[in-house]
């Protein structure tokens, strides 16, 4: 345990100095705001918020190392290429090494951690405590290097660079999180809309458990008058049968705990459209397919009801993709009347027979197999089935020169 913490603190102080090091050098891409002003804006101040911001690092200790790295570093320009005196040097630059130190300060004393869901009140904060930072750094020169004070237009010029360069990272920060939160926010949707199916699966084999118990006690309650022997093998038989709808059912509340998230949020339809299509897309490539995907709709409306529809439309393109043999197309459309909303999968693949295709949903049927023979389940369109049920919709198969499904939804259902 004490090696794991030793090792955590080493990989930080790494870290730390990589801030550090690249502040110190960014902050040598520099702008003077014009000829002869005391002060310079370098781009270091904004590598080392965006560090901050994006590394949990330790405030306190990379403001202090940053601020003495800056002083060192510039130091070392100086005496390298000017041929400054290194008192003189170091001295000049202590400054610049008194911002980082507070401004390190200031973003550990208001949480930084805690404001960054809230990116307008961060970055307002960042301003006033950029600005704060920087006009003692200007002061400090000021007084004790430059002997030239600080204007009123000066200061309305660092208030305007720290306005400038807060809301400029936090808004970079931002979409870095925001786009990570959508592929997170994806990934966890396409994982619940798969236990979505297995869920309803479940439902359906407690129901027909439920039946089997009570045929298996109406056996028991005729065999025993006739065979006491028979009948109580037929309460046994129950009575294990219903154990195993107890497991079940506690399988099946852990799942609809799970499940009730989708009661919390409401998603677009171009959005459900957008994760099915990039989700098959990553499939196609891991089956090393070229596959084209196309989605439309003619109206976007949001719904409730993401969880069932993205479980739905990822089976029936997951199949195109599986039926397309090296390259093709596959578009998704959903289109919406005043009644209905008719979701059209088209796939370019190897089509279906006629002769199968009133089968195709019952559960188990197949012409999927591995390599070594094995028959796939069998249960992605009875899951696609069971969902338009839900829906009280209807699904409809055509397979000519492209396989098309075409389910109509009562548009008051989603």
């Known amino acids: 345990m004490e090696q794991s913490k030793s090792i955590i603190k080493r990989h930080d102080v790494l870290l730390i100095f990589a801030v550090a090091i690249v502040t110190a050098i960014a902050s040598e891409v520099k702008v003077i705001p014009y000829e002869g002003a005391p002060f310079r804006f370098g781009l270091g101040t904004v590598m080392f918020l965006l560090a901050v911001l994006i590394l949990p690092l330790p405030l306190i200790h990379t403001g202090f190392i940053t601020g003495i790295v800056i002083v060192l570093f510039r130091t070392i320009l100086d005496v390298a290429f000017f041929e400054s005196a290194f008192t003189n040097a170091i001295f000049t630059h202590l400054p610049a090494g008194l911002f980082y130190i507070l401004f390190a300060f200031g973003l550990y004393m208001i949480k930084l951690e805690q404001l960054k869901s809230k990116p307008f009140l961060l970055a307002s904060l960042v301003t006033i405590i950029e600005f704060a930072s920087n006009s003692v750094e200007q002061l400090a020169t000021s007084l004790f290097i430059t002997n030239i004070p600080l204007t009123m237009k000066e200061i309305v010029l660092l208030l305007l660079v720290a306005f400038i360069r807060s809301f400029f990272v936090v808004g970079i920060y931002s979409s870095i999180t925001v786009k990570e939160q959508k592929r997170q926010v994806q990934q966890l949707l396409n994982f619940i809309s798969t236990l979505y199916v297995e869920a309803l699966y479940l439902k359906k084999s407690m129901n027909e458990i439920e039946q089997i118990t009570a ?197 008051n259902n989603l």
Request: with cysteine.
């Open 215 to 411: 045929d298996s006690y109406s056996l028991y309650d005729q065999l025993k008058k006739i065979d006491p022997m028979l009948s109580m093998k037929a309460l046994s038989i129950a009575q294990e049968i219903h154990e195993v709808k107890k497991d079940e059912q506690r399988i099946y509340a852990g799942l609809a705990k799970i499940l009730n998230m989708e009661q919390l949020d409401a998603y677009f339809i171009s959005e459900l459209l957008q994760y099915v299509k990039e989700a098959n897309e990553k499939y196609s490539e891991m089956l090393n397919k070229k596959i084209e995907i196309a989605i439309s709709c003619n109206h976007d409306f949001r719904t409730k009801e993401h969880i069932p529809l993205l479980a739905l439309m990822n089976n029936l393109v997951a199949n195109a993709v599986e039926a397309i043999e090296k390259e093709g197309t596959i578009r998704i459309s959903i289109n919406t009347s005043k009644d209905f909303a008719t979701i059209t999968v088209e796939d370019t693949g190897a089509g279906i027979s006629k002769n199968l295709i009133p089968v195709i949903f019952d559960p188990g049927f197949t012409t999927k197999f591995n390599r070594q023979g094995v028959p796939s389940t069998g249960i992605g369109l009875s899951h696609v089935q069971a969902i338009v049920d839900k829906f009280n919709g209807t699904i409809h198969v055509e397979s000519n020169e492209t396989t098309v499904f075409s389910i109509k939804i009562p548009i």
